[in-house]
């Protein structure tokens, strides 16, 4: 069974530095792409930031240039640092994986629970 844990999130002040963690483990597929995801309660999940198999990355305007999406392969771990956090930032950030099952040919997506993120002062 796929296990997506994040963790990180935390209260902090407007302008400060967070950065959020994600370990898979229990994966039958490879991962091909790692997204960070947030949501706003009463809003439509946001993908924030992507980062691919191959090192392809992508952000939401709404982040660049303050947020970095990175992995580590050998721990199966995504990370998010987060610069000049802003409060419109304030979320629940998800972990999102997807890959394909050669075994049972079957594209898989898994998230975590989530963790939340707060800034305010």
């Known amino acids: 069974q796929v296990q997506v844990v994040e963790s990180g999130g935390g209260l902090v002040q407007p302008g400060g530095a967070l950065t959020l963690s994600c370990t898979v483990s229990?994966?039958?597929?490879?991962?091909e792409k790692w997204n960070w995801q947030r949501q706003v309660p009463g809003n439509k999940r946001e993908t924030v930031?992507?980062?691919?198999?191959?090192?392809?990355?992508k952000y939401a305007d709404s982040v660049k240039g303050r947020f970095t999406i990175s992995r580590d392969d050998a721990k199966s771990a995504v990370f998010l640092t987060m610069i000049n956090l802003k409060p419109d930032d304030t979320a629940v950030y998800y972990c999102?994986?997807?890959?394909?099952?050669?075994?049972?040919?079957?594209?898989?997506?898994?998230w975590g629970q989530g963790t939340q993120v707060n800034v305010s002062s």
């Open positions: 999102n994986v997807g890959g394909y099952s050669v075994a049972d040919q079957t594209y898989y997506d898994d």
């Open positions: 229990g994966n039958n597929y490879e991962i």
């Open positions: 930031a992507t980062i691919t198999n191959g090192d392809s990355t």
